[in-house]
């Protein structure tokens, strides 16, 4: 039989820095991504709530995890693109600059930008001459459909 495969069961331990995941936390679905930071401790980025933070691993160590095999960050329309400083509290915004994409999250530490090609987690700062965007989506492709998996959506005004 054929079997479509989204991704695998993987032991958190053993999933690679920058890879989403989805697994159970007292019967919530969480999406997360698995990070380092500056420090070189390993750490989640957690993804399924309004306001991206980053969490310690202990709450995944022992847990097996659904690693998705190729989600994609899409932003929804590129007329929302915005310049100029963005405010430390703006989490949840990407980022794009030439030094790569972030995510702002929250932490205890305040606000973080997560690299997310590299899976690295820092302290916030100002990306001179970047575009960010407030709402994106986490998208899968199944039998050539985009399926949206989850996102962060803030209404614009223009």
């Known amino acids: 039989m ?3 495969k989204l991704g695998s069961m993987t032991q958190f331990t053993k999933v690679p820095h920058a890879a989403l995941f989805l697994t159970f936390i007292d019967g919530a679905q969480i999406y ?3 990070i380092r930071t500056k ?3 390993d ?3 957690h993804l399924a709530s ?3 933070k980053v969490v310690e691993e202990i709450h995944f160590v022992n847990k097996d995890v659904f690693v998705l095999e190729s989600p994609t960050f899409q932003f929804a329309d590129l007329s929302q693109a915005r310049s100029g400083n963005l405010e430390a509290k703006a989490r949840g915004v990407a980022i794009l600059s030439t030094e ?6 929250s932490h205890s530490q305040g606000p973080f930008d997560v690299d ?3 899976g690295v987690a820092r302290e916030s700062r100002n990306h001179p001459g970047s575009m960010w965007f407030d709402s ?3 998208v899968v492709t199944r039998a050539n459909e985009r399926e949206v998996l989850f996102g962060h959506h803030v209404a614009t005004k223009r």
């Open 2 to 4: 054929l079997v479509e």
């Open 32 to 34: 997360g991504m698995k």
């Open 39 to 41: 420090a070189g401790l």
């Open 43 to 45: 750490a989640v980025l």
């Open 50 to 52: 309004d306001e991206p």
């Open 100 to 105: 790569g994409t972030f995510m702002r999250a």
């Open 116 to 118: 997310l090609e590299r």
């Open 136 to 138: 994106w989506d986490v």
